[in-house]
């Protein structure tokens, strides 16, 4: 297993530019239909979502506890930024 790992990034390294050319234009003929799908899973999905968001998040660099939907915007603020090594 291990070294089907090591195999696969090193494919990835070594053709990176051909599988963004890949995945890019895969996303602008399916654009519709994955914003469909993302919006239909967010609908489907609001209480996990919302539940998981609410779970509370503690900074070790801060020593701080906040939201996980706040976990990004904290990251952010010169609190943090000034606190880190």
């Given at each position: ?5 090591e195999?696969l ?12 050319e ?19 899973y967010?609908?489907?999905?609001k209480?996990k ?11 070790d ?6 939201n ?9 603020t010169?609190?943090?930024i000034?606190?880190?090594?």
């Amino acid at each position: 297993m291990n070294s089907r790992k090591e195999y696969l990034k090193l494919y990835r390294d070594t053709n990176r530019n051909e599988l963004n050319e890949k995945f890019r234009v895969y996303y602008q003929e399916n654009k519709e239909n994955i914003i469909k799908k993302v919006a239909e899973y967010k609908k489907n999905n609001k209480d996990k979502i919302k539940e998981y968001n609410n779970q509370n998040y503690h900074c070790d660099i801060c020593k701080c506890d906040m939201n996980y939907s706040f976990k990004s915007r904290h990251f952010k603020t010169q609190k943090h930024i000034n606190n880190m090594p």
